[in-house]
């Protein structure tokens, strides 16, 4: 069993920024792609950031030059850094991955963590 665990949330002021990060646990043979999504009240789920096990990122365009990911693959461990938050981007936040148990070696299946809240103040 796979288990992701978020953390670094909380409340800033607008203008601020924040660190998320998101680690992963258990029987992981490999774990492929990593993300970030998000889901404020009332709506959708949506990505916000990406990153494959080489390195290469993917960003919504409400993202785009204010977060970074990255990620520690000996830790197994996605990070998101939030700059300049604006309160249209307080969600909860969740962490996505992609991951080959030792006892699928050959079968990514999606794990989703339980979510780490994010509230911008203007």
């Known amino acids: 069993q796979v288990q992701l665990v978020e953390s670094g949330g909380g409340l800033v002021q607008a203008g601020g920024s924040l660190r998320l990060s998101c680690e992963a646990s258990?029987?992981?043979?490999?774990?492929?792609?990593m993300g970030w999504y998000r889901q404020a009240p009332g709506k959708e789920r949506e990505l916000v950031a990406s990153i494959t096990s080489g390195g290469s990122a993917n960003f919504a365009d409400s993202a785009k030059g204010r977060f970074t990911i990255s990620r520690d693959n000996a830790k197994n461990t996605v990070y998101l850094q939030m700059n300049s938050l604006k309160p249209e981007d307080t969600a909860r936040y969740y962490c996505?991955?992609?991951?080959?148990?030792?006892?699928?070696?050959?079968?990514?299946?999606?794990?989703w963590g339980q979510g780490t809240l994010v509230t911008v103040s203007s």
């Open positions: 258990g029987s992981i043979f490999s774990i492929n792609d």
């Open positions: 996505n991955a992609a991951v080959a148990t030792s006892r699928s070696p050959y079968w990514f299946r999606e794990v």
